[in-house]
């Protein structure tokens, strides 16, 4: 298996767009997660799904940010309209049942 | 390459115990290191952050020190509950996150 797979690696974005992150979980795995890494907060769970439905969003910061996972196979993280303070890594992670999660490389987002 | 090792892999202690886990690091040019629990079927929970330049951090009956020229972390856990029960691991950030395997804490009542 490639393992997570995270798309785009880097992106750059003026202040106001629509950024949409997207997540390939490994195949056979049932639990997805994103988690946003900062330097000044380290990675923090953001939101995560079991079996595609939405168990816990209480971290996802703000009305601007959603998630949604159609599929086993796909999510995405979506921010809009972005702000500079969202620059940061985003991760996400699967699982099988509650064993141990296996991270993507990350998405590095700039928004400027 | 950054290595992360958690000591001891597993613990279990009575209710009321003070404990400490162990996290060590081969690569001591970090910018960070976070350490989290892990519930079952749930994401990480973040527990401290301690940056680069600070020694330890505090959050309620937690405290994590950080040496960074001995490669060595630990969280202590003051007066354990049976509600700390879970997977403890430790994430080093040096541009590249690696965790610790984790330390599996059971607190028996």
């Known amino acids: 298996d490639a393992g997570v797979i995270q798309s785009p690696r880097h992106e750059v974005t003026e202040m106001g767009q629509e950024v949409t992150l997207r997540c390939k979980p490994i195949s056979g795995h049932d639990y997805l997660f994103w988690y946003r890494q900062t330097m000044m907060r380290g990675l923090e769970l953001l939101i995560y799904f079991n079996n595609n439905v939405p168990i816990d969003d209480s971290g996802m910061p703000e009305d601007r940010f959603s998630a949604k996972m159609p599929n086993a196979s796909f999510s995405t993280l979506k921010i809009q309209p972005s702000e500079p303070r969202d620059s940061a890594v985003y991760f996400c992670?699967?699982?099988?049942?509650?064993?141990?999660?296996?991270f993507g490389p990350g998405t590095r987002l700039t928004v400027t | 390459k950054q290595e992360v090792t958690q000591i001891p892999a597993a613990l279990s202690v009575p209710e009321g115990e003070n404990l400490v886990l162990n996290c060590s690091f081969t690569?001591?040019?970090?910018?960070?290191l976070q350490w989290f629990r892990q519930d079952p079927g749930k994401g990480l929970t973040s527990l401290l952050l301690i940056q680069s330049s600070q020694r330890e951090q505090t959050s309620g009956r937690l405290n994590a020190s950080l040496d960074k020229s001995s490669g060595r972390s630990t969280l202590y856990i003051a007066a354990s509950q049976p509600g700390d029960s879970a997977t403890y691991l430790c994430?080093?950030?040096?541009?590249?996150?690696?965790f610790g395997a984790g330390t599996r804490l059971t607190v028996k009542p």
């Open positions: 690569d001591s040019a970090i910018y960070n």
């Open positions: 992670a699967s699982s099988l049942s509650e064993y141990e999660q296996y």
């Open positions: 994430a080093v950030n040096n541009n590249d996150m690696r």
